[in-house]
């Protein structure tokens, strides 16, 4: 048994070596050695502060910033808990967004749905619309959409609220990727806030679309995947050539 044993033993010791040891401890050197900001998380770092990576999404939600997709990576652009919502097509929470109410009666949204977020997107971007109600009546005392009525009215089943864009938004615009990092959004997202940024920056609209195409990455190989806007790269280029002043 002992004959039968130590063949076995000695190979799990050399594989051990070779595969749990070796192979991992050359594969970090190569990769240190020839793409190491690949290697280490592709870190972007401005002034010696690192403020991100290239490869992970972050909220950025001030009308001075390009905004990205949606996110339902734990409370949003979260690593440690990437993930979609795993909703449907035809899901109605998708689509219209839910509601809970707490036991003292409070109601708060705990899925804003693609109806809801369509309907932010016009206003913060200046799209026409047409709404079967004025949104007048879903503000809050502060004058600010109140998305609990929004959504309960989406939900209304005897007459729902009907909110139609004139123009197409585009899909990364209002859905969130399966894994809620994505750093990326359209070209067709971005230059559709432009002229929000370039209003509250008080700069030209053509100076801001001007940076979008110098931000915009081309297919791989020139077929594989889609043009794409990195929106903490283009943030950064936007802070850096046109800074925000109140």
Known sequence: ?????????????????????GYPAVMTLLSQAIFPKQANGSLVVVDGKVVGSSLIGQSFTEPQYFHPRPSSAGSGYDATQSGGSNLGPTSAKL??????????GKKTVSFDGIEDRIVHYCVENNI??????????????????????????????KKPLIFTPKIQIPADAVTGSASGLDPDISPANAYLQAGRVAKVRHIRLDQVRTLIAQATTKPSLG?????????????????????FRK
């Open 1 to 21: 048994m002992r004959k039968e044993l130590l063949p076995g033993l000695r190979l799990m010791l050399v594989l051990t070596i070779v595969l749990g040891l």
């Open 95 to 104: 689509l219209y967004g839910a509601v809970t109410t707490d036991s003292a």
């Open 128 to 157: 026409p619309y047409t709404s079967s109600v004025p949104l007048s009546q879903f503000e809050n005392a502060k004058g600010k959409l109140d998305d609990v009525k929004l959504i309960e009215a989406f939900n209304d089943r």
């Open 223 to 243: 077929f594989i995947g889609e043009p794409r806007v990195n929106v903490l790269l283009l943030n950064l280029a936007l802070n850096k050539k046109y800074p």
